[in-house]
């Protein structure tokens, strides 16, 4: 159960560079800044799953266990789709060659 924390950390790294990367961003820096969300966003959901459950069978926890990777995932993935929209939109526009914007005359 502690390990979905840093396997969700580690996908959203690669997610967020591979996003970063694509629209000619610093992937190393959208990288480190994707796990550490990802690590604090998962930690966060699967201890507040965590603090409501009370086991009360073997089936119980195997269920608990599928519930608060579920949860965990889905928070990481909105907030972190939320996050890269920029990325996205920045992806799909034209690219500026910083060219300066010339004055009307």
Same mark, same amino acid.
């Given at each position: 159960?502690? @390990? ?6 580690? =996908? ?29 966003? =998962? ?13 009360? $069978? ?10 608060? =990777?579920? =949860? ?19 992806? $799909? ?8 914007? @010339?004055?009307?005359?």
């Amino acid at each position: 159960m502690n @390990t979905i924390p840093w396997f969700l950390s580690l =996908a959203t790294a690669v997610w967020f560079g591979l996003m970063a990367h694509r629209a000619e961003r610093s992937w190393v820096l959208w990288s480190i800044g994707g796990a550490f969300f990802a690590l604090t966003a =998962a930690t966060i959901v699967t201890g507040l799953m965590h603090a409501v459950f009370i086991p009360v $069978s073997h089936e119980a926890i195997v269920r608990y266990g599928i519930e608060s =990777a579920a =949860a965990a995932a889905v928070t990481v993935g909105v907030l972190g789709l939320g996050f890269t929209l920029k990325l996205y939109l920045s992806k $799909s526009a034209p690219r500026d060659e910083g060219r300066r914007p @010339t004055r009307p005359a």
